[in-house]
């Protein structure tokens, strides 16, 4: 194996190391980050068998990190994947019926965006030493729900930091929001925007790129860096999970060690089923990775047409992790699927900005058969949520329903005769009482967030987790809103670069 360094996908800057590609977070020319090659383990899958979460994590992880010493790798690891989570799993497979979820929401934050962001401060802290940097590291991140919660939890206090989380104001889940705006710490700072998703992240990617922000902090010693999936550094620890959930089902005899499964994923920014796509390339044996959309159906539509097109209306969901229209990691699959031709991937992302759509070719979109697509509407979503429980008394959230939707028509379509699949089970359904037990019963519609997570506390007869049980009680901390063109101002106000204004 050669050498592994970090390549933009637009194809400009050249190759950096794996701690340098972490730092900077995304590249000079727009680009994300992408390794020269994706690794096979030197270990057979066999062999990964009875290792626990943080071993395999390690044999993943580390020809990913080929600049990392590994006790830095192991640091990393251990000081992630510790008490905070509250199943020493970390990731179990629990089985329902004739299907399997893995939940990923164990975690300080009851979502799977933890399994990263557990990890991504102990990665750049690292980083920062190795590169010898000494500026502060800036933090800036875009979220529909989950991965603000999980990054303030992750950098909270971290010394040489601040972490800066923008999100929909009005696009987030009571008890998300919650989470967020009780977030405490002094490096710490939360901004809602009156807008979307999309404009929020289209807001970060603008002010990442604005090169006179860029010399102001420089001479105040700051640097930007990102924790959304964008950053190369979030991306590959949710490989770990895939090969996790796999070898589960090996340990509980259900697959031989080599059996083909598939994963169903609810997909927003693609991110997390992009870690499944790595996965596969490094030789885990997935059929299809079936990419759940809720009524956003951006990917349902690419996977189907070869069209991305992102001019349509916004819609608001009872998943709305899920409510993206662009999604920022399909640029890395184009990358791959075109042969690594970065001209034609700038060209396309080009048209996205420009145009709002592209359409890949007929060649191109053949070789996406490593994928199906399938889209869940409100009223699917509700049904997933009330069937599972009705048939085996298990609450799943609403991000998980689309998938299990998604699932449900994927099966249908292929007659029952499809590899046994894992469902990527992506929040704690407490995250989501409200939209969950209106699913299960209408009547519960009179209660709030907070009465209804008692209410499935008692249903379930377990107990509410740490992450939100005290958070009513909680005092609101952060009460800045904005519009989505003052996004930079309140960057530079929270910089002390006021003065640039």
């Known amino acids: 194996m050669d050498k592994i360094l970090y390549k933009s996908t637009r194809g400009k800057g050249g190759l950096l190391t794996a701690s340098a590609a972490i730092l900077k977070g995304i590249a000079d020319d727009g680009g994300l980050f992408v390794p020269t090659e994706i690794p096979i383990p030197e270990i057979p899958l066999e062999n ?13 992880l580390k020809d990913y990190l080929q600049d990392f010493e590994e006790a830095e790798i192991c640091e990393c690891i251990n000081n992630a994947y510790d008490e905070k989570f509250d199943n020493p799993e970390i990731a179990p497979v629990v089985k329902k019926s004739d299907v399997y979820f893995l939940e990923l929401f164990h975690g300080p934050t009851l979502a799977f965006k933890d399994m990263a962001l557990s990890i991504l401060p102990q990665f750049l802290k690292a980083a920062a030493k190795k590169q010898k940097l000494d500026s502060d590291i800036v933090i800036l991140t875009a979220t529909s729900g989950d991965t603000g919660k999980a990054a303030l939890e992750g950098f909270a206090g971290v010394s040489g930091t601040k972490i800066i989380v ?5 696009g987030v889940s009571e008890i998300q929001k919650m989470q967020m705006v009780t977030q405490t710490g002094n490096n710490t700072y939360v901004i809602g925007i009156e807008g979307n998703f999309d404009d929020a992240q289209t807001g970060v990617k603008k002010i990442f790129s604005d090169k006179e922000l860029q010399k102001d902090m420089s001479a105040v010693n700051c640097m930007f860096s990102s924790a959304n999936s964008i950053n ?10 895939y090969f996790h959930g796999y070898l589960q089902l090996c340990r509980m005899g259900d697959i031989k060690v080599g059996e083909e499964i598939n994963f169903t994923v609810p997909t927003g920014n693609f991110g997390n089923i992009l870690a499944g ?9 997935i059929r299809h990775l079936i990419c759940a959309s809720n009524e956003n159906k951006v990917l349902y539509d690419f996977f189907n047409t070869g069209v991305y097109d992102k001019k349509r ?3 608001t969901t009872m998943s709305p992790s899920m409510d993206i229209l662009v999604s920022s990691n399909l640029e890395r699959l184009l990358f791959y699927l075109y042969d690594e031709d970065s001209s034609t991937v700038s060209e396309l992302m080009a048209q996205l900005a420009g145009k709002g759509a592209y359409t890949i070719n007929d060649f191109v979109k053949k070789k996406l058969v490593d994928f199906y697509g399938y889209y869940a509407s409100e009223e699917d979503t509700a049904e997933a949520i009330k069937k599972v429980y009705i048939n085996d008394r298990y609450i799943i ?12 028509k994927y099966r249908k379509q292929k007659c029952g005769k499809c590899a046994k ?9 407490y995250k989501f009482a409200a939209d969950v037990m209106k699913s299960i019963d209408p009547g519960y519609s009179e209660l709030n967030s907070f009465q209804l ?21 909680k005092p609101v901390i952060h009460n800045t809103v904005c519009s989505k063109d003052e996004m930079k101002k309140q960057v530079e106000k929270i910089l002390g670069l006021t003065r640039f204004q």
């Not at 990964?48 to 071993?55: A, E, G, L, P, R």
């Not at 550094?233 to 490989?239: K, S, W």
């Not at 959230?397 to 449900?408: L, N, P, Q, W």
Request: aromatic share 12%; proline share 6%.
């Open 48 to 60: 990964m068998i009875n290792m626990d979460y943080k071993s395999l994590a390690y044999h993943i």
């Open 166 to 170: 923008f999100f929909p104001e009005k």
């Open 232 to 241: 190369i550094g979030r991306l590959i620890p949710q490989i770990v999970y």
């Open 277 to 285: 796509y790595y996965a596969k390339k490094m030789g885990l044996p």
């Open 313 to 315: 209306s916004f819609i």
């Open 397 to 408: 959230d609403t991000h998980t329903a689309v998938a299990f939707s998604a699932y449900e």
């Open 421 to 429: 699949t894992v469902i990527i089970s992506t929040a704690s359904p």
């Open 453 to 473: 997570i008692k209410e499935m506390s008692r249903l379930t007869n377990t107990e509410i987790p740490k992450g939100i049980k005290d958070l009513e009680g």
